[in-house]
Nanobody, 122 residues
Framework: QVLLVESGGGLVQAGGSLRLSCAAS????????MAWFRQAPGKEREIVAV????????FYADSVKGRFTISRDNSKNTVYLEMNNLKPGDTAVYYC???????????????WGQGTQVTVSS
């Protein structure tokens, strides 16, 4: 059974930091590109960042460039999202997702975590 389990969400003041983690099981982790998406209330789910399995290819949404960093530890089957200088507009449920190929739309991903809430207060 393939599982992705996110953790690390919470409530933080604007300007603060959080580190999200996503632990994967049931798949050969290093073969998969890993992505973070987010969905704010009343809005569509949007891509935040993607990291390839082994080539080091990375994508960031413009809205998070310079503030968020995606990384992975293949020995721990875990992908991270370091979020700095958080803004109220970053408030959303954050989801990790996995796919064999590097994709940037949610329809390309068929393995999803349950999500973790991030709330940034002003």
């Amino acid at each position: 059974q393939v599982l992705l389990v996110e953790s690390g969400g919470g409530l933080v003041q604007a300007g603060g930091s959080l580190r999200l983690s996503c632990a994967a099981s049931g798949l050969t982790f290093s073969d998969y590109a890993m992505a973070w998406f987010r969905q704010a209330p009343g809005k569509e789910r949007e891509i935040v960042a993607v990291l390839s399995g082994g080539s080091g290819r990375i994508f960031y949404a413009d809205s998070v460039k310079g503030r968020f960093t995606i990384s992975r530890d293949n020995s721990k089957n875990t992908v991270y999202l370091e979020m700095n200088n958080l803004k109220p507009g970053d408030t959303a449920v954050y989801y990790c997702a996995a796919h064999r190929w590097f994709g940037m739309t949610q329809r390309e991903y068929n393995i999803w975590g349950q999500g973790t809430q991030v709330t940034v207060s002003s």
